[in-house]
C-alpha cells in the first residue's frame, strides 16, 4: 500500500517490524530483571550511620524509579510488535479479500 507522501506499508514489513519490536522488548525485560537482581543481591554498601543512610535511600529511590521506567518502556515494546503483527494479519487478510472481490467482479464483467 502506497500512500500519498511515499510510504509503502507491506503485510511482511509490519510482521518484521512487530516480531523486531516484541523481541527487543523481551530482551529488555530480562536485562532489567537480571539487574534488578543483581542490585538487590549488593545490599546496602553506605554503611548505617547518618550520611549513609541518605545516601542508601536516594540511590534505592532512584533505582526503583529507573527500573520501573525500564521495565515499563520494554512492556511497551512487547506491546506494540504485538499491534503491528496483529496488523499485519489484518493487512494480509484485507488483501486477499480485496483480490478475491476483484477476481470476482472481472469475472462478472
Given amino acids: 500500500m502506497t500512500a500519498d507522501h511515499g510510504v509503502d ?3 511482511a514489513d509490519l510482521r518484521s517490524t512487530g516480531t523486531g519490536l516484541s523481541g527487543t522488548g523481551t530482551s529488555q525485560l530480562e536485562e532489567v530483571r537480571a539487574l534488578r537482581a543483581y542490585l ?4 546496602d554498601p553506605w554503611g548505617e ?3 549513609g543512610g ?9 533505582t526503583r524509579h529507573a527500573l520501573e521506567v525500564y521495565e515499563s518502556l520494554a ?3 512487547v ?10 494479519v489484518s493487512y494480509r ?5 480485496s483480490e478475491e472481490e476483484v477476481d470476482r467482479i472481472t469475472r462478472a464483467v
Fill in 9 to 11: 506499508v507491506s503485510h
Fill in 49 to 51: 550511620d547518618m550520611m
Fill in 40 to 43: 538487590e543481591g549488593e545490599g
Fill in 93 to 97: 487478510s484485507a488483501e486477499q479479500r
Fill in 54 to 62: 541518605m545516601v542508601g535511600a536516594a540511590y534505592h529511590a532512584v
Fill in 75 to 77: 512492556e511497551r515494546h
Fill in 79 to 88: 506491546t506494540t510488535g504485538d499491534g503491528a503483527e496483529f496488523m499485519a
